[in-house]
Nanobody
Framework: QVQLVESGGGSVQAGGSLRLSCAAT????????MGWYRQAPGKQRESVATVTSDGTVTYIDSVKGRFAISRDMAKNTVDLQMNSLKPEDTAVYYC????????????WGQGTQVTVSS
């Protein structure tokens, strides 16, 4: 069982920055993929950025060059640094952990609101 706790959301004006943090209750080195997802009102949840256990990072096209995902193995945290924020980045952001063992298990945090005003 993995528990994820997000922090760092809030409100910011367009062009500003926020840093989200996700703390896991297990060593993140044992988690196959960790990622940040977001869901805007009336839209489907989408993957924003993911990092695999070997450090491979992927981003959705709309955040490339603006967002950066990083891991702190000592703290068991995965952060999302968000720069040059746009109103369209407004959403609830969720941390996810995907464990692939004999089964595939997906764990979600409670979500944190990010609001970007123009």
């Amino acid at each position: 069982q993995v528990q994820l706790v997000e922090s760092g959301g809030g409100s910011v004006q367009a062009g500003g920055s926020l840093r989200l943090s996700c703390a896991a209750t297990v060593g993140i080195s044992s988690i196959n993929i960790m990622g940040w997802y977001r869901q805007a009102p009336g839209k489907q949840r989408e993957s924003v950025a993911t990092v695999t256990s070997d450090g491979t990072v992927t981003y959705i096209d709309s955040v490339k060059g603006r967002f950066a995902i990083s891991r702190d193995m000592a703290k068991n945290t995965v952060d999302l640094q968000m720069n040059s924020l746009k109103p369209e980045d407004t959403a609830v952001y969720y941390c996810n952990a995907l464990l692939v063992r004999y089964t595939v298990d997906s764990y979600w945090g409670q979500g944190t609101q990010v609001t970007v005003s123009s």
